[in-house]
Every structure is written in structure tokens, then in C-alpha cells.
């Protein structure tokens, strides 16, 4: 099948890169010159496992192209995919959905012909049907050219297993407009391989799919945010939330996944989504509806919060005191620092007078344009060297398996807090280590 995919950042690159590997024809479009000049040339712009191999392979098989040039995007197909941002609007909570509506602003007027556009991206409940409906005005005032069918196929890829995620995922939604629609058909051509492999496949309304991704991550924070606030009562009567975590995780109508208890949740779609989510409900009049979640998001921010204050606990004082902060992505196997707990914290105990140092295996880049004024070592060997408290706030596998004879030589002083609940406890305290976590009291 042909078709474009409209914003190539994290969702758009990736998806075009998959729908070619599945044997597409897929060129993919964006504003950013430099972004679409990286990507025709193999790189990728951010870093994803497994993904430059799926580009470059697909872009040498001649399946995959990349332009700037929406003339060619209303020319190469009919079949179209949005995944552009929709980032939270500065001084609100809800989302900014400018730049999805950009995309129909200009690629309408230019299509001739019966065409279908999928939104991907993670929008406010009656979107896409005000989409269609400024979609129909201006087929119309370019002289009914085109029929422009809109349709939602959320996606729910995770960064870091993103490929996997979207060649293989573990549920396709699609949100159609009533009954005159070709969207299904298309979507079932899109993604056949995965329904061969009997994929659940759930064809629903416009606004029953744009609600399934945001609840999807809302629950998903409220998972977490349940266990954090659990943690804190865990910090106070000396219980153990991780050994509690287990203990609950094995009914099965709870789960153990998403029960990891320590500095939260961020990135660029859980924070934001959450309070997108409760600004629509509002909006729409279901006023108290969502209000929990505002919670969601507070015992979210508190663990930032816990982890400064342990450190001063440790510590005595801040003031002056060299703190190695490992991790400033988001989460681990992303270089991806939006809303990044782990930076968060290095900066709160940077303007508390610390002095910070940070290291992250690929997030460094990223997170010296967030801050700038931060101290950035070379290495985890440089990063440990001298450091009065080491704190884990991002859990890649190397510092899960810092060796803590090794990290005992180069520090100044045996301190560490373990942010998300990973390290093995005996082993660094028979080391000589003070070690301290949330949720737990060692
Ligand atoms: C999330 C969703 O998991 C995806 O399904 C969704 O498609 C995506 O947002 C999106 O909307 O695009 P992602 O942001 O990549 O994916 O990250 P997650 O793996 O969900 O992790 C989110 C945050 O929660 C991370 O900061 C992680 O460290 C934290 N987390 C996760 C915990 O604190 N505890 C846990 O037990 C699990």
C-alpha cells in the first residue's frame, strides 16, 4: 500500500519506518528541514533501539522516502497518517492541537480524488470530528476536488520498544465516523501482518478511540502514582513497598507491571495526557470526573520532592555538597528528557546549593539544553569520582549493575539512594555502603 505519514518526530519516524518494513510505500513529510535531511540520509534524530537498522534497511529497498514538500504528499497517496505533537498549551493544562490542525489546513486544499486521514497523535475528545468538519469546508472551497474521510488510529508504542511496539502491537484501534466509511478497509490493509497474527482489532467511534489512548495513560500513571502514595505510608511505618508491590502484583487482576515504585513517572505523553485529560473532562462538563487525577499528578511530584529531602537528610546540609545524579532521561533505553524526574531532581539540588554532577549513557545532549549550568561528566567512572551522595533516578541497566566495590574507590563518601527501587540492597550495604530508597526503610 502507499502512503504518507505527516510529522516525523518520535511517533511519525517511527511509524513511517515500520509501515515501510511491513512492505509499504511510505514517504514521509515535515516541516523541519533538518530533521527530513537526517532521516533521507539514515539517521535518526533522537535515540530508539533497533530503529536506524529498520530505516536504513527500508530506505535502501526503496520503500521509504522523506520530504518536505506537502505537494508530493497530496500526490504520492490516499492513504495519509498525522503524528505531529500536540504538546500541553503554555499556562494551561490542555493540549495544543495547532499543529494536527495545520496539517489539514494545508494538505486538504491540495488533494484530488478519495482520501482517508488517520490521526495518530494523542488529541482532546472531539477533535477529530471538528477536524472533518473544517476538513469538509475545505474540500469544498477548493471546488470539491477531494472527499476526505478522517479517521483515529491511536497509538500506544512505548519509547525505547518502539519498533516492537508498532510491527507487532498488541492492540489496533480505529475510530470511524458513522456508517459511510472506508477507514476500516484501509486500516485492515494497513495493518494485515498484525491481523494475521489475530491482533485484537477494535473498529469504534471518533471519540471512543481518541478516549481509549488517554485513558490507557491515565491509568497507567494512576498505577504508578497509586504505588508511590503507598510508598509514602511504606516510609513512614517502616514497611516495604517493593516486597508489598510483589505481594499484591500476583493477583492477576492487579498485575505487578507498572507497580514500580520510586521517582514516578514522566516523558512526554504520561504528564502531559493526564492533565490534557482532566482539562477536556471539564471542559465537556464533566467537571468532577477526572479531578482524582489531579492528585495523580501531585503524588507524582512529591516523590521529586522526597528525594531532595532524603538527600538533605543524608547530607546534613546541601549547601556546596557534590551530589552525582545518575540519569537524565525520562526513562531508561531513551535519550528523551522532557519532564525527565531525573532532572528535575538535579536541578532542585542544584538551586539548593548543591553542586551537580549528571551523567546518562544517551541523554546528555538533551538534557545540557534543559540545563545548561549543570556539570556533566564524561563517563560513570568520572561521574562517581569525588561525589559525596550518589543518587540512581534513572534505571539503565549499567547503573543497575554498578559493581559497589568498584563505585566505593572513587567516591568521596559511601552514600547512595536508589530512586527506583533496582539496586541489589545486600550487596551494596556489604560493600560499606549507607543506602537509603523510597518506599523502604534499609
Ligand atoms: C507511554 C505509554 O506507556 C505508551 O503506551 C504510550 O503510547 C506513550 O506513553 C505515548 O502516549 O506515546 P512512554 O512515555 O514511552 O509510554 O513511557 P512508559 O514506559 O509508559 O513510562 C512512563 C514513565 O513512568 C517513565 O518515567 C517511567 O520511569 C515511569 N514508570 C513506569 C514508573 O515510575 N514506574 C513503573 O512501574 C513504570
Redesign the pocket.
Known sequence: MRMTVIGTGY?GATHAACMAELGHEVLGVDVDEAKIEALKNGRVPFYEPGLPEVLERNLEAGRLDFTTDYERVAEFANVHFIGVGTPQQRGSYAADTRYVEAVIEDLVPKLEGNHIIFGKS?VPVGTAAALQERADELAAEAGNKASVEIAWNP??????YAVKDTIEPDRIVVGVRGKDTNAEQAAREVYAQALENETPFIVTDLQTAELVKVS??AF?ATK?SFINAVSEVCEIVGADVTQLADAIGYDDRIGRK???A?????????PK?IRAFMARAGEVGADQALTFLREVDAINMRRRQRIVDLSREMLGSLIGKRITVLGAA??PNSDDVRDS?ALAVAGQLSLAGASVRIFDPQAMENAKKVFPTLDYATSLDDALRGAELVILATEWAEFKELDPKHAAELVAEQRIIDGRNVLPVDAWQSAGWEIRALGRSL
Not at 497509538?155 to 525505547?160: A, D, I, M, V
Open positions: 511517533l494523542t497509538e500506544f508504542l512505548r519509547e525505547g490507557a495513560n497507567l504508578i507498572f507497580l514500580g520510586g521517582l514516578g513517572f514522566g516523558g512526554g505523553c504520561l495526557d525520562f526513562k524526574p
